[in-house]
Each structure stands twice: as C-alpha cells, then as structure tokens.
T-cell receptor
Framework: DGGITQSPKYLFRKEGQNVTLSCEQNLNHDAMYWYRQDPGQGLRLIYYSQIVNDFQKGDIAEGYSVSREKKESFPLTVTSAQKNPTAFYLC?????????????FGPGTRLTVL | AQKVTQAQTEISVVEKEDVTLDCVYETRDTTYYLFWYKQPPSGELVFLIRRNSFDEQNEISGRYSWNFQKSTSSFNFTITASQVVDSAVYFCALSGYGQNFVFGPGTRLSVLP
C-alpha cells in the first residue's frame, strides 16, 4: 500500500542531544514537508523540499536541519539548538512542487525531551 | 498575509446531533485553495476535502457537507447525525497558488454517546 511512514512513533531525548526523525513515502510525490504541532495549536511549517537535493526553510526552521538525498526520504534532525523541542512532528508529501496539491500526512512522531 | 481562524476551540455534542465547524480565512490572492483535515486521537491528519476559490458550490459527502462563501470568507463544515467516531480535532487550511499551507488552530470535537 502507498503511504507515508514515520519512525519512531515515540522518541525520548536528553537535553543537549541531537535526534533524527525518519520520514519515508512511496507515493512518488515530489514535494515533502515537516510540520510541528504543539498542544492546542495548528501546524507550523519547519522545512519543505520540492525536489531532491533542494529544500527551503519554513516558518520555524531554527534549531532544525533536513536533507533530501532521495525522493522517498526526508529526515528531520532536531538539534540541541532547538530551545523547546518537545512536540508532535508530522511529515507530509504532495504530488507536485510549486502548486497547491493536497498534502498527505504520516502518522507523526511524538518527541519528548527529558 | 494569509490567515485562518477557527473560533471554536472545543465543541461537545451528543451523538446524532448535527454540528457545524466554522472556518474564516483571510487572503489577498484571487486564486487560492481551502482544505479540511481530521486528526483522530492516533495523530495522523486525514484529508477530507479540497476546494478552489472559483468553485463556490457546496459539497456533500455522506454525513459531511461543506459551505463555501467567498462573500464572508468562510468555509464551514457540517457533520450531520454525528457519531462517536467523529470525535477528533478538525483543521481548516488555506493555500494561495504555489504557496505553503496556513493551518487554523483546530477545533476539538467530542461526540458523546
């Protein structure tokens, strides 16, 4: 079945550690996105990628980094520079770049900093 | 700047009641797209509907219906005969052509048996 997978579902990290969240899609979508969701709030865009080997900062990119070496994969690294990383992270993809195609979402990763 | 407002933070209804979730948007674009997503307790956002700014026809899909009114910049979502499985957080989103999505803060719907 086609879809978006994120792993792990739950992640715990100590302060000062970097951690990488995985996002894989087999929908053959060009564009991929990372969002952060805090309790009672909407989604905020961290980074997005319209094509392999290219990505752009979203609204809250500070303290995060990404790579897009393969079309199917768009991992997100939460660095120690991120002041308040505890949140729910959602990955999404859409068919084309530069358009407003529907975004489809993965199941999310809940990150907790201890 | 684009903005989406969902004034209802939480709504509780009893099963079989009808419920309407409000969405008001702001944009200066003439071409834009509106979306509704459902986020059940599992966390994944599920796509419900996409509507472009040139299509003001209301849409019905089973117990779901959407009322798009450009005159009031609203794109409201109604669930008829609500069920417990409808309990979720619902997000309205806006995207100008070629632009990133802007999400509203969401409305938490609780359907009580």
């Amino acid at each position: 079945d086609g879809g978006i997978t994120q792993s792990p579902k739950y992640l715990f990290r100590k302060e000062g550690q970097n951690v990488t969240l995985s996002c894989e899609q087999n929908l053959n979508h060009d564009a991929m996105y990372w969002y952060r969701q805090d309790p009672g709030q909407g989604l905020r865009l961290i980074y997005y990628s319209q094509i392999v080997n290219d990505f752009q900062k979203g609204d809250i990119a500070e303290g995060y980094s990404v790579s897009r070496e393969k079309k199917e994969s768009f991992p997100l690294t939460v660095t120690s520079a991120q002041k308040n990383p505890t949140a729910f992270y959602l990955c999404a993809s859409s068919i084309r770049s530069g358009s407003t195609d529907t975004q489809y979402f993965g199941p999310g990763t809940r990150l907790t900093v201890l | 700047a684009q903005k989406v407002t969902q004034a209802q933070t939480e709504i509780s209804v009893v099963e079989k009641e009808d419920v309407t979730l409000d969405c008001v948007y702001e944009t200066r674009d003439t071409t834009y797209y509106l979306f509704w997503y459902k986020q059940p307790p599992s966390g994944e956002l599920v796509f419900l509907i996409r509507r472009n700014s040139f299509d003001e026809q209301n849409e019905i899909s089973g117990r779901y219906s959407w009322n798009f009114q450009k005159s009031t910049s609203s794109f409201n979502f109604t669930i008829t005969a609500s069920q417990v499985v409808d309990s979720a957080v619902y997000f309205c989103a806006l995207s100008g052509y070629g632009q990133n999505f802007v999400f509203g803060p969401g409305t938490r719907l609780s359907v009580l048996p």
